[in-house]
Structure formats: C-alpha cells, structure tokens
C-alpha cells in the first residue's frame, strides 16, 4: 500500500474532497500493480489450479481461510501468510496491487476501489452482522450519549475510515433526522480494535466501535453501554467480501473454486459445531502458529457474523453501500452495477453455481 494512500486512510475524516482524491490515488496504484501482477508468473501446480495462496491475517484472530485450512478444506491448496493487515481497504488494496493474492474489506470499501478502476470480483462474505456478532457503538456509563444527535462534536474510535464503521454511523444518523451539516461536526477517528476499549475508559473518544471478540471481552468487564448497533437497524446481513483480482481468477480457475468452496465449508462448520469446540480450533491454531500473539481473546468469539449460507453474496449486501456511496459523492451515480462487482460462481451453496 502506498504511503500516501495509507496516510489518507488513517487521517483525514472522509469528506468528498478527499474521497475523489482516495479514488484519484488508487486508480493510479492500481493501474500499475494490476499490470505488474498479470506479467508475473503463475505460482505452480498446473493449469488452472496454483498451490499457494498470498495473504494478510488478524492478530490473535483466525480468519475463515485460515480454519478451512486446518480443517484440511483447502485441499493442496496452501496459505502463505504475508502479515498481519491494518484494515479492509489495506488488504484489498494490496490484492489490487499483486501483493497478495486476496484479501477482505468491507463490501462498500470494495465498491470504492472498484469504481477507482480495480480489475477485483467478491467470490464469497466472510464476515457480517447477527445477534451474536455485530458492530456496536458504545460509550462509558453515565456518558451523555444516548440519542442520534448526542453524537455531534463527539468522537468517535473506529478502525479504519471509509469502510464500516464510518458507513454505519453516517446511514444511522441520517436515517434518524440529522443533516450532512449536522453529520459533519461528528469527527470519526482511527482507533485499532486492540485498544478501542482502553481509548473508550480513559475518555480519549467519546464512543468507541467495537465488533467481535473486543466487543465481547469489553462486554465482560463492564461499565460500558451500547448506543446501536449496525444489526439494530439493518438486521442481519454479510458486511465484507474475499475479492481476487480478475487476471488470477482467469489464470487460476480452479484454485479460486477450491479457496472459495473450502472457506464456504469452513463457515458453516463455524456454525453448526458446539461453540466450545470451535474456540478450542482457534486457540490450537492461534498457538500453532508462531505469531507471537495471545490467544486469549478467542473464548469470546461468538460467529463470523455471515448472513448468506456458506457466505452466499446477496446483491442486496452491495446495493445498501452503491447507495450510501453515491449519496456521498464518492463515487458518481450509476456508475458501479451490483452485478458486476461479484460471482457466486465458485461457491457449491450458490444455488445452480450461477453468475449474480
């Protein structure tokens, strides 16, 4: 990822000014990665089908590729892990750039890289929003914040801008009456997950976004009280996407088809094992593989949160963001199809394996 891009991630609050610059920036990164990515050799093992599959992980997290390997669902398909990500947009933009092979975000953060020019398709959700795991906005007992407008000249800690977070907060406050004017005195802030919760105590954000295993372990230790959540008000639904690039899916057919089904796999083993046995996986993995990262966290993961059987994509699940984007000004109306942006193709719950 480019110092600029990572710079008008991390620090600018997402106004349309600096979103058509994000757009500008990536567009032009993107250009010279994908053509430095299609002159690269394919890495091995036939038409068709490589062996070895370039990626970002989440410290002290294990991601849904990286169970379907333990579990032996990849086949003699094999991981290489690259590091560890900071953000949606980081991992999906070092994809579009070759160096790695995929990556996830957020699917309104896919939609933004795809309407810059990325040649990238979304072949399965991996992460999303139920009951048991969704992005909650809390705040300290006895915090002032209670209602939508109470957000106003406030903080906000959230991991990346421009992504999730950001496109809840924004569509939670306009759908409950405040104004763009209103919108913009409310200031997001990049806080990583991993210190959200400490942020939030030692009142260095008035709110603080936490999802997954810190939500729950901040649950725990109490004295912390949630405004919304995304599930309140849009229900459940897959939030982010794998994405490929398009010139190794048509080099690597096969491979796509077996990472895609073997994470489908892996999903629904998630879901329909006893919880206990699911966080024991993890922590067996977490520990296995010599990260220097704790594991502890992980007797708090509930679900990956995918709506969608065997993570599906739903139009619907891209549709929501096009909308909200183009709302925005970040990328131009009508612009970017739903349909273009995804493929069902490779995943054995999509029903006939179809094209959406």
């Known amino acids: ?26 567009a032009l990164t993107v250009t010279a990665g994908s053509a430095a990515a299609a002159c690269g050799p394919a890495l091995g093992g036939g038409p068709g089908r490589t062996t070895t599959l370039r990626y970002q992980g989440s410290t ?19 991981l290489d892990w690259a590091g560890d990500t900071t953000s949606g947009p980081q991992d999906i933009q070092s994809a579009a750039t070759g160096q790695i092979d ?27 929003s139920d009951r048991e795991s969704y992005q909650g906005f809390f705040v300290p007992d006895g915090s002032p914040v209670a209602h939508p407008r109470d957000f106003i000249g406030k903080k906000v800690g959230m991991n990346t801008l421009g992504a999730h977070a950001e496109a809840v907060l ?3 406050l306009q759908r409950n009456g405040l104004t763009a004017g209103d919108i913009g005195k409310v200031e997001p802030l990049v806080v990583p997950p991993i210190t959200t919760e400490q942020s939030l105590r030692q009142k260095q954000i008035d709110v603080g976004v936490l999802g997954g295993i810190f939500r729950e372990k901040a649950q ?52 329909t094992t006893p919880r206990d046995q699911v966080i024991a996986r993890f922590t067996k993995i977490v520990r296995a593989r010599g990260r220097n990262e704790s594991a502890d966290a992980l007797k708090y993961w509930k679900s990956y949160g ?43 719950y999509a029903a006939g394996g179809s094209r959406a």
Do not use: C
């Not at 990822?1 to 990536?26: D, E, H, K």
């Not at 639904?237 to 690039?245: C, D, I, L, P």
């Not at 096969?254 to 073997?262: D, I, M, S």
């Open 1 to 26: 990822m480019s110092t600029t891009l990572s710079t008008t991630l991390r620090t600018t609050r997402s106004t349309p000014t600096t979103r058509r610059r994000f757009l500008s920036i990536a």
């Open 60 to 78: 002290g997290q294990v991601t849904p590729p990286e169970l379907a390997q333990d579990l032996g669902y990849l086949g003699d398909v094999k």
């Open 102 to 128: 995929f990556g996830g975000a957020f699917n309104g953060a896919v939609v933004k890289l795809q309407a810059a020019g990325a040649p990238l398709t979304s072949v399965i959700g991996y992460y999303g």
């Open 170 to 172: 924004d569509l939670y």
């Open 220 to 271: 725990a230790a109490g004295g912390l009280r949630k405004v919304f959540s995304d599930h309140d008000f849009l229900g459940a639904f897959t939030g982010g996407t794998y994405v490929f690039r398009d010139d190794f899916v048509k080099r690597n057919p096969e491979t796509v088809r077996a990472f895609t089904a073997g994470v489908a796999k892996a999903i629904e083993w998630s879901r």
């Open 306 to 348: 995918v709506a969608g059987k065997g993570g599906v994509i739903a139009e619907r699940e891209f549709t929501t963001w096009i909308t909200w984007l183009e709302q925005r000004g970040q990328i131009p109306r009508g612009r970017v199809r739903p349909g273009g942006l995804y493929t069902n193709e490779f995943n054995p």
